[in-house]
């Protein structure tokens, strides 16, 4: 198991194969899935095999967030190709709600930023949310990413924001 980041608050580390239901439970409460695109079931399966394959032949993946003084799951972060540009990388994170309004999103998209940076050739990372989660804007923004035009996908109009290397 292979650890991204650790900090006195939380571990980013690589998921263990017997944490799918872990991961599942964390896409069971709507008010943590709201602004994500709809997504089934079996599909969120799916993604979870798809990480742990990715941890044996890539660099980027998804990650679990762990709290480092309980062990509680908090949530999940993702860096990939941004599909829109395949130069630039794509991060995201979904939190587990008991962790909003704790820092703890900021500290992980520094993390997972500085992680793209070091591990990959990308001069930028970029990171799209729904117009209406202006809590996740905010995130981006401590975290030093410029808000650009809105983005559409899939028919969807979407924030956009950039860092580029230093």
């Known amino acids: 198991m292979s650890t991204l980041y650790q900090s006195s608050r939380i571990i980013i580390r690589e998921f263990l194969s017997q944490e799918q239901q872990t991961f599942l439970d964390l896409f069971k409460d709507n008010q943590v899935t709201q602004y994500l695109p709809d997504t089934s079931p079996e599909r969120y399966v799916e993604m979870f095999n798809e990480l742990l394959e990715n941890y044996e032949t890539k660099n980027l993946s998804r990650w679990a967030i762990f709290d480092t003084t309980n062990n509680n799951f908090i949530g999940i972060c993702v860096a990939r190709i941004f599909a829109h540009n395949i130069k630039q990388i794509e991060i995201g994170y979904v939190l587990s709600r008991e962790y909003w309004g704790k820092g703890i999103a900021t500290e992980v998209c520094k993390a997972i930023t500085q992680y793209s940076f070091a591990n990959t050739n990308t001069k ?4 799209i949310t729904d117009l209406d989660n202006t809590g996740s804007q905010n995130v ?26 230093s």
């Open 124 to 127: 930028e990372i970029v990171a």
């Open 140 to 165: 981006l923004q401590k975290a030093g990413f410029k808000r650009l035009d809105n983005l559409i996908r899939n028919e969807e109009e979407l924030a956009y924001f950039k860092i580029e290397r």
